[in-house]
């Protein structure tokens, strides 16, 4: 069985091709072979892969920036995925896709079901957003992961922009009223590699089935306290030369830091549909940083 998996140089892609490999014979593809701008350049990979399972896990993910770039985000955040639901749709293959909290306005107080209203604040939302419906009126076989915070020790994340903010300065100021659940990378791709094991022992998509579940790790907190987390476990590790103490981060409203694009308060994801489904527990997050420090540490250090 051929898997293709796009985005493969991501944080999550980059943890996929492990957790994919004992599913099938995995066709990994990065932005030089398969870029999701180029939409003609997307239906020709997939015709001549001709997949069972299609795992998406490219994505424009620069929420600001893609206030001023609307239209690129749009391309590859919502019309690449309706491409690959309609290609994957005339193969009868699944559609493993992943969107994110930012289709929901965080006005809620409690965390956010599958079924809630969305209600995206910014041109990134509402790309993603589209990109879900675009995949449900393809009427293909389809799975959709809405997560939160991601991070992993590849790519660009929170995490290591506080620890480069952490070397220079002695003071931080960091966001306190926003609140969610940083989402190990691994933990996402190992999840996806258990659903797609389950599904394939009798718990199948019939054709034109599409589920969506939220999947985020447990214990949400602010951003602040989570930098304030980083930089206490970061501190105690011979690995990190850093200025910054977690006492000096200093919390502050979301007023006090002006984006480009607004963010939800509340991005807290309710996984109960997921963890039912298939026997699942969401696991804290805080191993996962630990271990994404000590491989951050090892590798400053040559190793």
């Known amino acids: 069985m051929k898997i293709l998996l796009l985005g493969k140089d991501g944080q999550v892609g980059w943890q996929l091709q492990r957790s994919l490999a004992p599913h099938g014979d995995v066709v990994a593809c990065g932005r030089d072979r398969c870029n999701l701008s180029d939409l003609a350049q997307l239906r020709s990979v997939v015709r001549e892969i001709r997949p069972a399972i299609i795992v998406n896990a490219a994505a424009y993910t620069a929420v600001d920036r893609a206030e001023s770039e609307a239209d690129l985000a749009w391309r590859i955040n919502a019309e690449a995925p309706g491409v690959l639901a309609a290609e994957a749709a005339a193969l009868d293959a699944l559609l493993v896709h992943y969107s994110t909290d930012y289709v929901f306005d965080g006005t809620k107080s409690s965390p956010y079901l599958e079924t809630d209203p969305t209600a995206p604040l910014g041109a990134y ?3 993603k957003l589209a990109g879900e419906e675009a995949i449900r009126a393809a009427g293909g076989k389809s799975l959709i992961f809405r997560t939160s915070w991601v991070f992993g020790a590849r790519g660009h994340n929170f995490i290591k922009t506080i620890l480069r903010l952490a070397r220079e300065k002695e003071s931080l100021n960091v966001v306190a009223d926003q609140i969610g659940s940083p989402t190990p ?3 996402i791709a190992t999840v996806t590699g258990v659903v797609l094991a389950m599904l394939a022992h009798g718990r199948g998509l019939k054709k034109g089935g599409n589920r969506l579940y939220h999947l985020a790790a447990s214990r ?7 930098a304030r987390t980083v930089v206490d476990l970061a501190g105690r590790s011979p690995g990190f030369d850093l200025r910054l103490k977690p006492e000096a981060i200093n919390p502050i409203a979301t007023c006090e830091y002006p984006t480009p694009a607004r963010r939800p308060a509340n991005s807290r994801l309710d996984c109960t549909r997921l963890e039912n489904d298939f026997g699942l527990q969401m696991p804290d997050w805080q191993p996962y940083l630990e271990r994404m420090l000590q491989l951050l540490a090892l ?5």
């Open 125 to 127: 939302g509402r790309s």
């Open 299 to 303: 590798k400053q250090n040559g190793y």
């Open 185 to 187: 990378a691994a933990l």
């Open 220 to 226: 949400p907190l602010s951003w602040c306290e989570f």
